[in-house]
């Protein structure tokens, strides 16, 4: 059973554990996430992201009891050892705020690279409140854009919208062509993030990101200047100009021909 688990995780690229995270826990941290719909528009000013809808916070110190419960889960339905064989370099949440945009699909940094995504759903989590929609294989398989593309155009790529309860577990390779969906409904959406590197990889626990403070607002990738506001506007609005951009791109890489010669 256990092999089959990670076997799945390392192919398929992402694992939900069948056993959820204890409610008082999730309970217990969900009181030190503040109500980001409660921020002033002045606020709002002062963090990229807020217009796309998507953005992180520090889960400070809070973190400790349900990293413990999410390697102990992991261990027991997968046999990974997240803390002897990772180390943990980022604990936050991801806020998908009210009205957001759908992201573009994207991995979590470099394609070759295979840190573990931890997320946590904090609050149920339905398909009108911006699930994780995320495209099972595509960190074997595809490694460009315009394999991505062109998987989507024939219909061999399919994508899996992972709705779920509060305490759910989803870990996936950070590899692994994923996006936050937009939330229609009211209220936020919350999903705590652990990054965890190989120990081989990350001999240092990077401190500084362990204890963000609680509450501090960061944006998710646009920063929070007139050119950054301008931009991420446009990528809202105007997402397949960039998809454009990026497919054109990756036809220029050797790896996307490469790809087209193992058909
Ligand atoms: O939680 C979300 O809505 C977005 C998650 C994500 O993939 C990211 O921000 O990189
Ligand atoms: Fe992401």
Not at 91 to 105: C, D, M, T, V
């Amino acid at each position: 059973m256990k092999h089959q688990n990670t076997a799945s995780l390392l192919s398929k690229g992402y694992f939900l554990p069948k056993k959820l995270i204890p409610k008082d826990q999730i309970d217990e941290l969900r009181k030190f996430i503040p109500n980001v719909e409660k921020l002033s528009a002045e606020q709002h000013q002062n963090y990229g992201g807020a217009y796309a809808g998507h953005v992180n916070i520090g889960l400070g110190k809070k973190w400790t009891a349900i990293y413990a419960s999410i390697c102990e889960i992991v261990f027991n339905e997968t046999g990974v050892k997240l803390e002897s064989e990772y180390c943990l370099i980022s604990a936050g949440a991801n806020l998908n705020l009210p009205n957001s945009f759908n992201q573009r699909f994207h991995t979590d940094g470099d394609y070759k690279l295979d840190n573990l995504i931890i997320h946590f759903y904090i609050g149920d989590v339905c398909e009108k409140n911006g699930p994780h929609e995320l495209v099972p294989w595509s960190n074997k398989s595809f490694p460009t854009y315009a394999n991505f593309i062109f998987g989507r155009l024939s219909g061999k790529l399919k994508t899996s919208c992972l709705t779920g309860k509060s305490g759910q577990i989803i870990i996936r390779y950070s590899n692994l062509w994923h996006r936050g969906t937009s939330n229609t409904s009211k209220v936020p959406r919350y999903a705590g993030t652990f990054v965890m590197a190989k120990k081989a990889v990350v001999t240092e626990i990077d401190g500084q990101s362990l204890n963000q403070k609680l509450g501090v607002i960061q944006s998710n990738g646009f920063k929070p200047t007139n050119f950054g506001r301008a931009y991420e506007i446009f990528s809202c609005r105007f997402g397949f100009v960039l998809g454009l951009t990026r497919f054109l791109s990756s036809l220029r890489q050797k790896s996307f021909w490469l790809s087209l010669s193992n058909l």
